[in-house]
């Protein structure tokens, strides 16, 4: 049985909420306001042909041994807030007429209605939330999703169906499992998960529920190791990296292969301070850190932090070139809307894997993740471009 809080709790501070908004996989959907639309349109290529093509140079997937480990959510990163508080729907330009009939498969909830000018605002109880079926559930939340603020917009987790359903996560409750999959909603065929305050309420405790907090934020991070076999494995490495750089490449893999060794780990290969970050939470004087300032910085190509996506758009006009889809270590791949907006940004590596940071703030790690989890993790995203340094080539 779900447990049901005070009827009118806080809302979380405006603070919290942002930096949870910021980490949460819903970052995708947030694009910047003010965008001079157009601005960047070029030819785009298709996210799904990127991912189905092998457009890394030469390296297979027989070139890679690929494990994965789990990179935790420190819990003094982790925000004090209540996260067994539920949070009102809020449903602006609604009649009240209109909101009932949105509203009619969370048993109750119309009758909580509040009304006024401006709109409408709901917090339905918690037991009718938690025994809707499936489909009313994408569909409601689908709804709710577009609409800034609401839980299903600012609280939203995505998971790709590859990594398996949310009751799958590492860390959480086994108790809850079930739980999970009852509350998973489809965005667009994308599995989503919203109702944090149902999970927490299940638990019944608040040391239950931070730890539940703490198993959903902490994500993945991929260790590629590069098979160092005949010359031609070897080659076919190097001939993912610009011609700069592929002798010296191609000297560290020989050596490497002469001292007796199988395999490289790619992460040796990344530069000083994407290496040192890799696996590791920004500090408390870091949290303006994002995805399009990380990706300038894995070349140290960034002076200090890009705001936004119209910044970082300004920057790679400035001092980069696009290239084609064969992609090169180093190389910065942007995710766009339909409006040709950036959503994210990540920069290349070998054999469709890349090394990022999602979003503002301190949840979330520097991680080198498959081009495939990147493209789950944001649902809005229509095409994808990729950009080098002018002096690179």
Known sequence: MVRVPDPAPPEPSPREAYLVYAALLVMGLAVVSGFARGAMRQPVTSPRTLVATDASPGVRSEDLVVTSRLV?????????????????????????ERAASLLADVPGAAARLDCDASGCAVLPPLQSVASMAPSARSRLYSALALIEGNPQSDDTFYRSPQIGPFSAVPGIPDAIRPLMDSLTWHRDGVPAFSDLAVACNSLGTREACRGFMRSMLSRPSASVALRLGG???????????????????????????????????????????????????????????????????????????????????????????????????????????????????????????????????????????????????????????????????
Not at 72 to 96: K, V
Not at 237 to 250: D, L, M
Not at 268 to 281: I, M, V, Y
Request: some cysteine; overall charge neutral.
């Open 72 to 96: 935790a959510l420190p819990d003094e990163i982790l925000p004090s807030r209540d996260w067994a508080a539920p949070r009102r729907w809020r449903l602006p330009g609604y009649t009240r």
């Open 231 to 393: 010359d031609e494995a070897i080659e076919r490495v190097v001939a993912g990296f610009v011609e700069a750089e592929k002798p010296s490449v191609r000297n560290r893999l020989n050596a490497a292969r002469a001292a007796g060794e199988s395999t490289l780990l790619l992460e040796s290969l990344l530069p000083d301070w994407a290496r040192t970050h890799l696996g590791t939470f920004p500090t408390a004087d870091q949290e303006w850190t994002n995805c399009f300032w990380t990706s300038l910085r894995f070349l140290d190509r960034a002076a200090g932090p890009v705001g936004n996506g119209e910044e970082m758009d300004a920057l790679l006009r400035r001092g980069f070139v696009r290239v084609p889809t064969a992609a090169r270590f180093g190389d910065v791949l942007v995710v766009r809307d339909s409006e040709g907006r950036p959503l994210h940004s990540a920069t290349w590596l070998l054999g469709g894997y890349l090394f990022e940071k999602n979003g503002f703030g301190r949840l979330q790690a520097w991680r080198i993740v498959p081009l495939t989890e990147v493209m789950m993790d944001y649902p809005g995203a229509a095409s994808v471009d990729l950009w080098r340094p002018r002096d690179r080539g």
